[in-house]
């Protein structure tokens, strides 16, 4: 069905980094909710939300993500997003989500800013 | 392929959560056969999943007894898909979604299925009949 979601959390200098690599639907809430916490845990100023350039989202990923703001924003943390596609940028852009994130090319320029 | 006459697919699909994504991909492959470019086969993909997802968990209440329909309907100009559930049809008095309400906790972050159906396709229905249940009715114009 959807791909399977693949979570892989890390943090180096200030930055956690949820990496995902799947589709970001309502079967990958659960998955993404525990990462996030755990991003959380290292107390970076910044969150990167890193895509593999596949990744579709729908409805109920949206709403994961306006979860995920929500929480950043009352912790004082900015929320990045990386390795998306055209289609996935426009959904962004769309419902309004490029407001509150920072869409990246990649890790590096989240550190460069 | 070319489309000269009017084709029509049935799809029975169970209403089940994750389903939804054998209508899409049906929907998809037919709209490439017919030259759609990669960019409204993207759209349409994600307008069928969640028209198809409303009709699973609104409109059949994730009952697996009963099935939606998704027609896909293609010709020389247009696809039209129109997907078919027993529910009583799109509530009048849907919320808009809005963004800063949602951030502000003022609205359920969720509630977007029917914004990105409304916004990635050229026309848009939701029908309903004492009879046949609700219809969400989707088109994609080939030369717009």
Redesign the interface.
Known sequence: ??RECKINVHEDNDLATIEVLGDLT??AEKAIGTAYQKACGYNAKNILLKFDGKS?I???G???V??M??ES?EKGCKVFIAGV???FR??FE????T??TTIVDSEEEVRKL | MTATNKEVIELFVPSR???E?VAVDAAASLARLMGFSD?RV??L??AV??AC?NAIEHGNQENSNVKVLVELIADDSKLQVDVHDQGKGIPRNIQK?D??A??A?KQ??????L??IQ??MDEVEFDWNPETGGVTRMVIHLKQ
């Open positions: 069905m959807h309502a079967s579709r729908n409805s109920a949206i709403a994961i306006i979860n703001v929500i924003q596609s055209k289609h426009k959904i769309l419902v309004g989500l407001k509150y | 959560l994750d389903f994504q960019d993207e759209d993909m994600t999943g969640e997802i979604p963004i800063d949602k951030i906790r359920s972050p969720r509630g977007w299925g914004f990105l916004s990635l």
